[in-house]
């Protein structure tokens, strides 16, 4: 089965510095995606970054970037000059090929609060 | 501007009502689903269709059915709602069988009294 794992309930950061937030997959497909989302207060779900299990590069968009680790199973997001609008709720997803094709799993979730 | 329209915000029923979650998207994708999430749970799937006609259970398929009648129409149905129903229902397309990312309608909040 498909699983994904985020250990931190709620995690504090400083205004302009960066932060990881930890992601841990478990799939026994041999391709697979994997998203992060923020949910901000408002409660809308925004996409932010994609990573693909045959990709070579780590993925990056703008201030996001996914550390990605392939043989530990863990796809962290980094958040790099981290800014007050950051705070939200963030969502570590997957979706696999073979045992769950069409189907997006979520993680938990990680509170973030940056701090001024 | 794409978009998945969730047709009420805010919804309060009483225990034993029928309820009906309406989700429209307007971008031509195959695939819809319908999520509940809850503080301390995450999203969790309800159910999914990847076709007209086409549903799939989820995680927590009961007490829950959908319908799909039209492409790009999801619906979610609670025959008999219960208290434990209570929860914040997601609403989401995607594009075929590629890596797309899920785009999200806003919500609806449902409280069974």
């Known amino acids: 089965a498909q699983k994904i794992t985020q250990t931190q309930p709620g995690m504090f950061v400083q205004e302009k510095e960066a932060v990881t937030l930890d992601c841990t997959y478990d799939t026994s497909d041999p391709s697979y995606g994997l998203f992060w989302y923020k949910q901000p207060s408002s409660g809308e779900m925004i996409f932010l970054i994609y990573q693909g299990s045959y990709d070579q590069q780590n993925a990056t968009e703008g201030r996001y970037s996914l550390n990605f680790q392939k043989a530990r199973k863990s796809a962290n997001l980094v958040i790099s000059a981290s800014q007050l609008g950051d705070s939200a709720m963030y969502f570590c997803a997957m979706r696999g090929t073979t045992s769950g094709t069409y189907k997006y799993i979520f993680g938990t979730g990680t509170r973030l609060k940056v701090l001024a | 501007d794409v978009k998945v329209t969730q047709s009420s915000r805010y919804l309060v029923k009483r225990t034993g009502e029928k309820v009906f979650l309406e989700c429209v998207q307007d971008?031509?994708?195959?695939?819809m689903f319908w999520y509940r999430q809850d503080p301390g749970l995450g999203l969790r799937l309800i159910y999914f269709s990847y076709d007209v006609k086409m549903k799939e259970k989820g995680d927590i398929p009961e007490g829950y059915s959908v319908s799909r009648e039209k492409k790009e129409r999801f619906s979610l149905i609670l025959e008999s709602a219960s208290t434990n129903q209570t929860s914040m229902y997601l609403c989401?397309?995607?594009?075929?069988?590629?890596?797309?990312?899920?785009?999200f309608g806003e919500g609806s909040r449902l409280t069974v009294l």
């Open positions: 989401a397309s995607s594009f075929g069988l590629a890596f797309r990312e899920l785009f």
């Open positions: 971008m031509d994708h195959e695939n």
